[in-house]
């Protein structure tokens, strides 16, 4: 019988690390907008600036951390990272005690916590193989997911008592404290990578163009690209408005508006439970454009939470958030899963990093075109041409052959278009989980 994760030390304490990280992640995200919002009085425009700075980086540096990834150890990596987010955000509370907060002391911390995350987030994606056996990794990746999604659940709430509480700038204190922990964690970690030789090094360029060419190489990973492109263009218009509209226009206070994200997110955590009962009842190709369907409809409904009264509106955010969380959660396990699945070690951090580079890529660009929408015709009807554009999104998985299949090729037949319909149906999907970064990963 195989031995449950729940019993590997090593893989434990990599798991109690990114909890907490998880955990302060999700009481930042809510915390540093609330901050610019309420107590800076932040614009649209400044709230789209503030976004985009965060996200930058996966535009500026993405393909080149992928090739230096690769020729680092990835959990060596991580620890750096945790280090720099820690100190980055150890300056907000500081600068606030003396009185000498502004917003362009927001925007840089948000480029170097973005930069550091790049490094962390594609290492991340490429450091479990090297931690567990081939046949764990789904299990290692549902672990590691749902218990991201649980962190999605407590994290807003508890973030937004604290922002209450405390104020925005002390709550980004527990933000740098879960990172050291997690960095404490790593340094407890112990990985079998085996690093490249420095003669297997090309030049940088060449090392980004073939981790280029493995991604767009393969029909059924453009089609993913594509997909997930144009969700997270669309849903980070919706999401770079979104304080400005619970804070402002819905009049939720901040403890209202995390208690929400909460809420929505334990649409997260059952679709990360249920992703292996739906890849083994309908196939692991089908999942895909169903589950891109599911969270491009659930967008729709946001902006109608303007002209219901509050508690209706609450209600029904509610609902669409669950729905939107549930579809993105079963969507990114079951494509993060294949690719990891079809890519050779020595190109997992290139991978990763082409794609965050095309899917991350366009968020600091929507993120600006957020806020020069927000100024120039309102929050609201930027929030309805966000969530109606995002219907477009589940096009290229939707048109394109997963419907055919009932499971996604292996590492071996992954070049292009597959050729068989793999596995009869009735059989169990090959892998699952992987941990994502909504709207896609």
């Not at 334990?266 to 369907?293: D, F, W």
């Not at 509106?313 to 396990?333: C, W």
Request: proline content about 7%; aromatic content about 8%; hydrophobic content about 55%.
């Amino acid at each position: 019988m195989q031995r449950s994760l729940w019993r590997d030390g090593n893989f434990l304490t990599l798991w109690t690390g990114q909890a907490f990280s998880h955990f302060g992640a999700q009481v930042f995200e809510l915390a540093l907008p609330t901050l610019a919002v309420l107590l800076l009085h932040a614009t649209e425009a400044q709230v789209g600036y503030l976004n985009a700075a965060a996200m930058a980086a996966f535009l500026v540096v993405g393909l080149p951390a992928g090739a230096w990834i690769d020729r680092m150890r990835k959990r060596h990596v991580m620890i750096w990272a945790d280090a720099v987010r820690a100190l980055a955000l150890a300056t907000i509370p500081l600068l606030h005690l003396f009185g000498h907060l502004e917003m362009w002391h927001l925007y840089l911390v948000a480029l170097v916590v973005g930069v550091a995350t790049v490094f962390f987030d594609v290492s991340y994606q490429s450091i479990v193989p090297s931690l567990v056996r081939t046949d764990q990794i789904a299990e290692a990746n549902g672990k590691l997911e749902s218990t991201n999604q649980i962190a999605g659940l407590a994290g807003p709430a508890v973030g937004g008592g604290l922002v209450s509480l405390v104020t925005a700038p002390l709550a980004i204190v527990v933000t740098a404290c879960t990172y050291v922990i997690s960095m404490v964690a790593l340094l407890l970690t112990r990985d079998h990578e085996q690093l490249r030789a420095p003669e297997d090094h090309a030049p940088l360029h060449r090392e980004i163009g073939e981790g280029l060419q493995w991604v767009f190489g393969n029909a059924l990973l453009r089609r993913i690209v594509a997909t997930t492109a144009i969700s997270n263009l669309c849903s980070t218009l919706v999401f770079t408005l979104m304080p400005i509209f619970y804070l402002r226009i819905l009049g939720f206070t901040p403890a209202v508006m995390g208690l929400l994200f909460s809420l929505g997110a334990v649409g997260g955590l059952l679709g990360a439970m249920a992703t292996p009962r739906i890849v083994a009842r309908i196939g692991e190709a089908r999942t895909i454009p169903i589950s891109a369907l599911a969270f491009s409809i659930a967008m729709v409904p946001l902006p109608l939470a303007a002209v219901l009264p509050q508690p209706a509106a609450f209600a029904m955010l509610v609902v669409q958030a669950f729905a939107m969380s549930f579809g993105v959660l079963v969507y990114n396990i079951t494509q993060v899963t294949f690719r990891q699945r079809i890519t050779p070690s020595r190109l997992l951090g290139r991978m990763n990093a082409s794609i965050r580079f095309c899917v991350w890529g366009v968020m600091p660009l929507s993120a600006l075109a957020a806020g020069w929408l927000g100024t120039a015709l309102g929050t609201v009807p930027a929030l309805w041409i966000g969530s109606l554009g995002g219907l477009v999104s589940a096009l290229p998985v939707a048109l394109g052959p997963f419907w055919r299949l009932r499971e996604l090729p292996a590492a071996e037949a992954a070049g292009g278009e597959p050729a068989t319909k793999g596995p009869p149906a009735g059989e169990p999907a090959a892998e699952a989980p992987a941990p994502p970064s909504p709207p896609g990963a």
